[in-house]
């Protein structure tokens, strides 16, 4: 009979779950042993003891779209203070030219046993400890035990994040803490609840993104193409990381044709390189509806468009 070897990059967040009799003091301890204790926070909380913020929204696209209105509260109502952010490879350009954040940080895995978030956690972490943030908020609209092993690891005092309220066996990563609301709400509103433990109001809702020149000159470059009169038309994005999420060529060209029916609207259909065989059969099945395929480079490009 072989005994099945366990993996070697099992993480350490999913051994404590597994492990039924392990008390919450034990969690913290082997935690404080793989990755050393936070410094004390100077209790209670006031702004006045925040000088640098560090923010953790390292998701998808649409969830630092979701993130900007947060950021741009902090930074009205505290103009003085560093903030800087922890973003993904594919999220990360967002930020650019918005003037809200000082410094981002980069959230890449690293290779062989460091694809592993947990290992590969010390040497991420090792420049962001050095700069002793005194506040980090874990953005996500709802509780990570990453997001929350993140924060305590990073040895930031104050430690803002989702706690479910029911709680959880990781929840003392957090000092500062936002219940999950009873019922569902968009991401916006999510985001916008880690304000109230911070004291700041909701005075914006702003989700603009801010385009370079080049941007503009893609979208323009794309539009000629089209040999439109007018620039009304259906931007229509193909594109999408889960495959249940993707539409089928069928769908987006009766999509395509009834809008042109109904509304006299032209479709520019949009997707990634790796999307090309997908728009190409899709244009073939509407070629009077879809005037174009576009391949934007980039978010922003697509945002221009």
């Not at 793989?34 to 640098?52: L, N, V």
Request: proline share 8%.
């Amino acid at each position: 009979m072989s005994v099945k070897k366990p993996l070697v990059n099992e993480t350490i967040c999913g051994q404590f779950q597994r492990i039924p009799f392990m008390t919450r003091f034990l969690q913290q301890h082997l935690l404080h042993l793989a990755y050393g204790a936070p410094r004390k926070a100077a209790g209670p909380f006031s702004p006045e003891q925040i000088r640098k913020i560090l923010v953790i929204r390292r998701n998808g696209i649409g969830d630092m779209i979701c993130a900007l209105p947060l950021l741009r509260n902090i930074r009205a109502a505290w103009p003085c203070v560093q903030i800087d952010v922890v973003a993904g490879e594919k999220n990360a350009c967002l930020l650019d030219r918005l003037d809200l954040v000082h410094h981002t940080w980069i959230y890449r895995r690293g290779k062989g046993l460091f694809r592993n978030h947990y290992l590969n956690l010390p040497r991420f972490l090792e420049p962001i400890r050095e700069q002793n943030y005194d506040l980090i908020i874990a953005v996500k609209a709802g509780f990570s035990p990453l997001l929350a092993v993140i924060a305590y690891a990073s040895h930031i005092p104050w430690r803002l994040g989702y706690v479910p309220s029911r709680g959880h066996p990781m929840d003392f990563c957090f000092n500062m803490r936002v219940e999950l609301p009873p019922e569902r709400e968009h991401q916006l509103e999510s985001c916008l609840r880690f304000l109230e433990p911070l004291g700041i109001p909701k005075t914006s809702r702003d989700l603009t993104l801010r385009l370079a020149p080049q941007h503009d000159a893609y979208a323009d470059e794309v539009l000629a193409q089209t040999q439109l009169e007018s620039k009304t038309f259906v931007l229509f994005n193909a594109s999408s990381e889960r495959s249940e999420s993707r539409w089928t060529p069928e769908a987006i060209a009766q999509t395509a044709l009834g809008l042109e029916k109904l509304f006299d609207l032209p479709m520019i259909l949009c997707g990634l390189e790796s999307d090309r065989k997908l728009l190409r059969a899709t244009h073939q099945l509407a070629p009077s509806a879809i005037c174009a395929l576009a391949e934007p480079p980039g978010i922003l490009d697509f945002a221009a468009l």
